[in-house]
């Protein structure tokens, strides 16, 4: 059932695509691109989902997708081991880092378009643009770019690789977005390239929110809100537990 309904939805998108396409066939390099699901949800027993991306284009070309979370400063550590014992020390403070990071191309990205047109319009990992403020001037920033980008890997948050885009037809496209459990909440860019001859025939660009949702997003809200009354809050309710349980202990 639950396939069924996926494939019926995919008909339908495939359907409004052709609709809007056949409007716009005065318009040279036109491209049209919506997505199964503006918005992700977050509720307490979230594991992650995926969001279709579909598209269509009038003429042959290639086709590049980024997705871009808020950006956000993140802060990068080196351990020492000083007297047997694994301490922090210099560190590395990143900004405009974006909470996430995927791509998806038709094609290897190195054979559409040369690293330039990339740089450019920052499309890649290697082309984001962090700036860095580092505690020890002497150190060489690349160490702690590449261990903020391992890490953010590792949690899923960057793709490891261009995630592949699957033309049905000619003219008609689609790909999945994949968002993990512990995705960052916010508004998501996504923006989609048209590229031709190695130069960017056309651009689309379609947000998406990710928001908290149910009884998770009030707690959340009034964790932010009142954050010394939660914390108060949470003090009770972890003395209390303890309490409950050493009585339930004690009777056995």
């Known amino acids: 059932m639950h396939k069924s309904g996926a494939i019926i939805r995919t008909l339908l998108a495939v359907a409004a695509v052709l609709a809007v396409l056949a409007q716009d066939r005065a318009r040279a390099d036109a491209l049209v691109v919506d997505l199964s699901n503006h918005l992700v949800a977050i509720t307490t027993g979230f594991t992650g989902t995926d969001v279709l991306l579909f598209g269509a284009v009038q003429s042959e070309g290639d086709v590049i997708v980024t997705v871009r979370g808020p950006d956000q400063d993140m802060v990068v550590r080196r351990k020492e081991r000083k007297v047997g014992i694994w301490v922090n020390s210099e560190s590395a403070t ?17 054979i559409i378009a040369n690293s330039q047109l990339y740089n450019d319009y920052r499309i890649g990992l290697e082309h984001q643009r962090f700036v860095t403020e580092i505690d020890d001037k002497d150190r060489n920033s690349s160490d702690y770019r590449d261990a903020l980008l391992r890490n953010m890997r590792a949690a899923g948050l960057f793709n490891q690789r261009p995630a592949k885009i699957s033309f049905l037809s000619n003219q008609l496209f689609r790909t999945d977005i994949h968002f993990p459990a512990n995705t960052p909440t916010g508004t998501y860019t996504i923006n989609v390239y048209l590229i031709r001859d190695g130069r960017i025939a056309s651009i689309k660009t379609t947000p998406l929110v990710v928001s908290k949702t149910g009884v998770s997003a009030e707690v959340y809200d009034f964790a932010h809100r ?18 409950t349980a050493s009585v339930v202990f004690r009777q056995r």
Do not use: D, H, K, T
Request: hydrophobic content about 55%; charged content about 10%.
């Open 94 to 110: 990143f900004r405009n880092v974006p909470a996430y990071y995927a791509s998806a191309s038709n094609r290897p990205m190195e």
């Open 226 to 243: 009142y954050s010394a009354l939660y914390g108060i809050i949470a003090v009770i309710i972890a003395v209390a537990a303890g309490w």
